[in-house]
């Protein structure tokens, strides 16, 4: 270690013995009288501090030869906040795209920010769902952890956000708010009632007409008496189509005023705020979204991102299913109607809609936010299945045994019957898996599963194993993102 203190503390990055240690060049900076260096030995990952001052003084670690070998604690991460404006997340407001790169292991950070450097997008590193953290056992400290210190083994100034993601509860979203995440995803779906779109129109009828009277007549004097005039929107508001989005939306529409109210609008800093109404059995009509969006503007409430559920299939990780045609018919009333109320269309489940990228780059104009998660699990289990088969098999038949279990966290279509029969596929065909619908909605939707599945004696039946092997492959992980997600970004026009 003496070595390492020394070349560090003379600046020369290049004099680092590195016969046994990983030196991240990137994460080289100096600030005050403290030089910081992040390394990976043979007990992971270490900031390295040398020299002297607050930051110095304020990072918990172990002083060996001169310097400072600090782990990579939470604490730690807050004290790099705290003097490196940079490794702490911020809000982007509704001018820049942004992209979603959900990390459910916490190691996929360095290939996301390698894959959007230099680009006319922002990453949202530290994006997780409360489904998420119950599912993998996570906090969002450890999310909020992982993707700082990523930024800083990059060496990112360009800035990343923190979103907490569909959330649905007050306790989640001050938690998130407590932690200073930038970005709150609100699902609203627990509030739109989805009973409506299977009641006649008979039936629809009498329901609304057992609201309050001002209710329907603040709503038929602003939808019916004059059609609206969103240019690039094709909208048609009737009396039937208004009873039954009211219906469906209105309750939606009064919760997010009410957290705007009680929880953004009293924030001493900036904040993202997204509206989510896209996990609902219940598409969003470019009308329905209209209503939403005006509703909310009469409300005074102010948003970044609107996530639609779009006509056809946005299932996890796999591409669109539906009729295309349709759908950039309404997608292009979608964005006019964002552009219209001045935020960002929010794609959700964005993970591999490759037939509909280029169409989205097209109406959005390029100012879009995207969401993506699944798909970067994925590629860690490609990883697995090139290099680990053995461990692969094990999972892939994990998976097939768990899949039902996992289908009550995801809307998926898969069939598991189409899934090659693992015993007839040889090792080297192993990544092939994911490249077929089925299997990857096998691996996808079973993740939590695998992650926190126990052996008899309680330890780790996969996880131990899959974090070693992805630790010892650690390039060709951010290798196989740069090339996944850089697909996604060509294809989106970034
Ligand atoms: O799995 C989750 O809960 C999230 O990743 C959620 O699906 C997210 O909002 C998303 O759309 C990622 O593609």
């Not at 400290?141 to 923190?162: H, I, K, N």
């Not at 995207?370 to 053995?390: D, I, M, Y």
Request: net charge negative.
């Amino acid at each position: 270690m003496k070595q390492l203190i020394e070349a560090l503390q003379s600046g020369n990055l290049a004099a680092i013995n590195t016969s046994d240690l990983k030196v991240y060049a990137s994460s080289f900076t100096e600030v005050g009288g403290t030089k910081l260096l992040l390394v990976r030995s043979n007990t992971g990952k270490k900031l390295v501090a040398v020299g002297k001052g607050e930051i110095y003084d304020q990072l918990i670690g172990e002083s060996v030869d001169g310097g400072k070998i600090c782990p990579l604690t939470h604490e730690n991460r807050l004290t790099l906040n705290q003097f490196l404006p940079y490794t702490a997340p911020q809000a982007f407001g509704t001018q820049v795209a942004t992209m979603g790169l959900g990390d459910r292991l916490g190691i996929a950070s360095p290939g996301h920010i390698q894959t959007l450097r230099g680009k006319d997008i922002r990453p949202v590193l530290a994006q997780q769902s409360i489904r998420e953290l119950a599912l993998t056992g996570r906090t969002y400290e450890d999310v909020l952890d992982a993707a700082a210190y990523a930024v800083f083994q990059e060496g990112y100034r360009d800035g990343y956000g923190a979103d907490g993601d569909h959330l649905k509860k007050e306790e989640d979203i001050e938690y998130a708010l407590r932690l200073g995440f930038t970005m709150l995803t609100l699902d609203c779906s627990e509030k739109i009632d989805n009973t409506i779109d299977g009641l006649t129109d008979a039936e629809v009828a009498a329901k609304y007409e057992k609201l309050p009277t001002s209710l329907r007549s603040r709503y038929e004097e602003r939808y019916l008496q004059a059609t609206p005039n969103v240019p690039g929107a094709s909208l048609t508001f009737t009396r039937q189509s208004l009873m039954k989005d009211v219906l469906i939306y209105d309750a939606a529409i009064d919760f997010m005023e009410a957290i705007f109210r009680k929880y953004i609008t009293t924030l001493d800093r900036a904040v993202d705020f997204e509206i989510s109404i896209d996990e609902t059995a219940t598409p969003t009509s470019p009308e329905a979204h209209f209503l939403v969006a005006n509703e909310l503007r009469q409300r005074g409430v102010t948003i970044f991102s609107m996530a639609p559920r779009f006509c056809g299939e946005f299932q996890k990780g796999i591409d669109y299913i539906g009729d295309i045609a349709q759908f950039e018919k309404e997608l292009a009333s979608h964005a006019a109607i964002a552009v219209h109320f001045e935020y960002k269309l929010s794609i959700h489940s964005g993970s591999d809609k490759f037939s509909v990228f280029p169409l989205i780059g097209q109406y959005t104009n390029g100012l879009f936010h995207l969401k993506t998660a699944g798909t970067n699990w994925l590629e860690a289990v490609r990883v697995v299945a090139k290099v680990n088969p053995s461990l692969y098999r094990r999972m892939h038949q994990y998976a097939l045994d768990h899949f039902e279990e996992a289908t009550a966290y995801y809307h998926v279509t898969t069939d598991i019957n189409a899934i090659t029969p693992l015993a007839s596929v040889s090792d080297p065909q192993l990544p092939e898996y994911m490249n077929e619908n089925n299997a990857r909605q096998l691996l996808h939707i079973t993740y939590g599963l695998l992650l926190q599945a126990k052996n008899a004696d309680g330890s780790k039946q996969f996880a131990d194993e899959f974090f070693q092997t992805l630790a010892e492959q650690e390039e060709s992980f951010a290798e196989g993102l740069k090339k996944h997600i850089g697909k996604h970004l060509e294809l989106l026009g970034k």
